[in-house]
Each structure stands twice: as structure tokens, then as C-alpha cells.
């Protein structure tokens, strides 16, 4: 293979994407970045960055921007939406003896790309190009080959791995007939952002998760520009709802007034809708292949572990790459990156994002009762409080994955 086809190669230029070309380039790898878009895009659908995440983006340099940029939260609220009262509050500082950040920092995923961006400039051996679209893949022994489209047309490019960090519709994941195994629910997500200050009108924190057996909701706030920052409250629609009926005025009016009543109408700066998909695919690695982020697993957004899980693949991709590069390891660490990151997504992040669905949807009374009796319990008794944390700020995943391979 010639010197130039000696680097690691990237699809897609998202947070997922751009951290695993950072923590590369870091490493003295050679990196180059192929996305379709012709730049970052300022989606703003994922924010919460929690514990374990931040344990990693530290080691790259890139915690502080992101506490800097973003919005520290130790707390999270479980409400009962029909009584208006809160259930349960739970607070990370009971893992404050478990590790360096107890707490999540509210920052948007597009401000992470941005973060990871800008680091990346310093590397001269490190690329990230623009306007440049994945659009098949191939491989031997020694190689991966891309085929991609861009401002120069159609050409090949070769390197010595490939991380697929490139969405849901991943072409690397369809190009190397992986099957991608779940369901998608049977209800869409839409998402309304207002600058309306809940925490100083309802005793809101920054973060909480309203259980209602007719329209359950999750709410927080994000940093957004700058002070005032942003709420963004999450719903569930009717599938039979076009886009266009979702989105109207008076939807999102109605919505939001059912939710919490107000004098006049709520200034509304986005919103959006969205599918949701519990999936994951049936391998992470084939052969020179690695797959990352969505490509690799969608879940919902309850508990905004998707992101997070992500980042956990990106950083995981590369130690493994690094090792191998530097012979540490031979090329089962790339079975081994498949073993802990699929394992610990199956049995961590599908498992508790489904239970937290379950959790605030549900409709029999009995088992509401149960539900929010079990949420009071567990956080009145620190033991299990922590317990119960160490999974939410997925701590426990990224310590199982270590175990693993």
C-alpha cells in the first residue's frame, strides 16, 4: 500500500465522526473526513453529554469548551404529569466518588462537532472535506476503497480502516449488507424549543421527564446562543399527523398550552419531528470496516443516551485502531471494539431507553402507581439512588464494556 493510502478513513463529519478523527489525529494517525453536507449543520436534536462521556471528552481536550458552551446540571426531575407534582429528584453528586464529572453538561451535538471541528485544524495530516459523498465501499486484505462524489466527480480513495459514522440510512452499513435488526414505534417524536423560562415560572430544573398515560414529555434546557438559553419539550404524535399538521401554529400552540398553561402564545424558535427507531446492527466490524454513532444503533432519545453511546463507540474505534497501528495489538482488537460496544449497546443503552419509554407512557393505572412508587422510593434511599445513576450517566456501560473481549 503507498504512503498516501496509509490513514484511517471517516465517514461522515458529525460529533460521532469528528471525535474519532480527533482522538486519532491526536495519536499521530493521519485521518481524512468525507461529508456530503457542505458544512456542519447546527441540528440541535441531541444535548445532554453525561458522566461517562465527559470522563472522554476530557482526555481529548475537549470537556472545558464543552462545560464552557453548554449547561451544567447536577439533577434530574421524574414528574406526574396529570397532578403537576414531582415524584422523584435525583442528583449526580451522589457519584461525585465514582468519577471526575458528576454531573451532565446540557451541549448541543452540533457545538460538539464544532469543538472537535476546530481542534482538528491543527493537524496538517488530518482532513475533513465538505460536499464529499460516501457512496460505496470496498476492501481486501490490505485496503478499504471508497467510492465517493464530490466537487472533482467520481474517484477512489484508499486507506487502511474505515469508521462508518455516516446516520441512520448509513451507506457504508448498506453497502456491506449489514442487517440492521430492531423496530421503529409506532409514533413520532416532535420537538417545540421556546426561550419561555420554566425553571423560574413551574420550579422546572434543567432536565425532567413528565409520566402521563395520555401524552407523556420530557423537559430541558439547553444553552442555545446564550442567556436566556432554551427549553425544548419532547412529545409524542400520531403517525396519521402530516409534518405540515404537527408543525402549524396552532398545534404547537395547543400543545404547549395543554402542557403548561400560560397568558398569550409561546415564542417558538424551533421545531422539528422526527421517527423513532429501536435498532442495532448485527455487527460492528467487517473486516477493515468499523461501524459508529447511528450507523451502528438508534434508540430513542429518552435519557439522551444516543448521542452519548455514539461518542462511546468513536472513542473505543479509535484505542483500538491506535493499538494496532502502533503494534499493540493484532486485528482481533477490532473484534474485541465489536464485542464491547455491541454487548453494552444491546444490554445497556436499547434496554434502558426502551424501559424509560415504557416508564413515562404508561397506561394502566396499576402500573403507573407501581412505576412512580418504585422512582419515590429508589431516590429517597442513596444506595440505590447511586445504583440507579450509575446506569443513567453510563457509567456502568463504559466499566461492563472494559470487561468484555
Keep these: 500500500m503507498s504512503k498516501k493510502s496509509e490513514r484511517v478513513l471517516i465517514a461522515g463529519a458529525g460529533p460521532v465522526g469528528l471525535i474519532a478523527a480527533l482522538k486519532l489525529s491526536q495519536a499521530g494517525i493521519p485521518v481524512t473526513v468525507f461529508e456530503k453536507e457542505s458544512n456542519l449543520l447546527d441540528d440541535p436534536r441531541a444535548a445532554t453529554t453525561h458522566p461517562a462521556t465527559l470522563e472522554m471528552l476530557d482526555e481529548i481536550g475537549m470537556a472545558k469548551e464543552a462545560e464552557k458552551q453548554g449547561l451544567v446540571c447536577d439533577e434530574f426531575y421524574f414528574w406526574d404529569r396529570p397532578t403537576g407534582k414531582i415524584i422523584a429528584k435525583f442528583n449526580h453528586r451522589l457519584l461525585a466518588d465514582e468519577t471526575k464529572f458528576p454531573y451532565v453538561i446540557q451541549c448541543e451535538q452540533f457545538k460538539l462537532a464544532k469543538i472537535a471541528l476546530s481542534m482538528l485544524d491543527k493537524f496538517s495530516d488530518s482532513t475533513v472535506l465538505f460536499s464529499h459523498e460516501v457512496t460505496g465501499v470496498e476492501q481486501d486484505a490490505e485496503k478499504i476503497t471508497l467510492s465517493i462524489n464530490g466537487p472533482n466527480g467520481n474517484e477512489?480513495?484508499?486507506?487502511?480502516?474505515?469508521?462508518?459514522?455516516?446516520?441512520?440510512?448509513?451507506?457504508?452499513?448498506?453497502?456491506?449488507?449489514?442487517?440492521?435488526?430492531?423496530?421503529?414505534?409506532?409514533?413520532?417524536?416532535?420537538v417545540y424549543s421556546t426561550p419561555f423560562d420554566f425553571e423560574a415560572a413551574r420550579g422546572c430544573c434543567y432536565r425532567n421527564y413528565y409520566a402521563d398515560p395520555d401524552e407523556w414529555s420530557n423537559l430541558f434546557k439547553v444553552a442555545g446562543d446564550g442567556p436566556p438559553g432554551l427549553w425544548r419539550a419532547v412529545f409524542p404524535?400520531?403517525?396519521?399527523?402530516?409534518?405540515?399538521?404537527?408543525?402549524?401554529d396552532n398545534a404547537v400552540q395547543m400543545r404547549m398550552h395543554k402542557f403548561?398553561?400560560?397568558?398569550?402564545?409561546?415564542?417558538?424558535?424551533?421545531?422539528?419531528?422526527?421517527?423513532?427507531?429501536?435498532?442495532?446492527?448485527?455487527?460492528?466490524?467487517?473486516?477493515?470496516?468499523?461501524?459508529?454513532?447511528?450507523?451502528?444503533?438508534?434508540?430513542?432519545?429518552?435519557?439522551?443516551?444516543?448521542?452519548?453511546?455514539?461518542?462511546?463507540?468513536?472513542?473505543?474505534?479509535?484505542?483500538?485502531?491506535?493499538?494496532?497501528?502502533?503494534?499493540?495489538?493484532?486485528?482481533?482488537?477490532?473484534?474485541?471494539?465489536?464485542?464491547?460496544?455491541?454487548?453494552?449497546?444491546?444490554?445497556?443503552?436499547?434496554?434502558?431507553?426502551?424501559?424509560?419509554?415504557?416508564?413515562?407512557?404508561?397506561?394502566?393505572?396499576?402500573?403507573?402507581?407501581e412505576n412512580l412508587t418504585e422512582l419515590k422510593t429508589m431516590a429517597a434511599d442513596p444506595e440505590r439512588a447511586k445504583q440507579f445513576m450509575m446506569g443513567t450517566s453510563m457509567l456502568s456501560a463504559v466499566r461492563r464494556a472494559a470487561t468484555l473481549g
Design 156 to 190: 477512489k480513495i484508499t486507506g487502511t480502516y474505515l469508521i462508518g459514522c455516516d446516520g441512520g440510512r448509513s451507506t457504508i452499513r448498506k453497502s456491506s449488507d449489514i442487517d440492521f435488526e430492531g423496530f421503529t414505534y409506532p409514533e413520532r417524536f416532535v
Design 237 to 248: 404524535t400520531d403517525m396519521s399527523q402530516t409534518d405540515d399538521e404537527v408543525m402549524s
Design 260 to 369: 403548561f398553561p400560560k397568558e398569550g402564545d409561546y415564542e417558538i424558535v424551533h421545531r422539528n419531528v422526527y421517527t423513532i427507531n429501536q435498532r442495532v446492527a448485527s455487527k460492528f466490524r467487517l473486516g477493515r470496516i468499523l461501524l459508529a454513532g447511528d450507523a451502528a444503533h438508534l434508540n430513542n432519545s429518552i435519557g439522551g443516551m444516543g448521542l452519548n453511546g455514539g461518542i462511546h463507540d468513536a472513542v473505543n474505534a479509535a484505542d483500538k485502531i491506535i493499538k494496532i497501528w502502533r503494534g499493540g495489538a493484532d486485528e482481533n482488537a477490532l473484534d474485541t471494539y465489536d464485542i464491547q460496544r455491541r454487548t453494552t449497546t444491546h444490554e445497556f443503552t436499547q434496554a434502558q431507553t426502551i424501559a424509560n419509554k415504557k416508564r413515562l407512557e404508561a397506561k394502566d393505572a396499576r402500573t403507573r402507581k
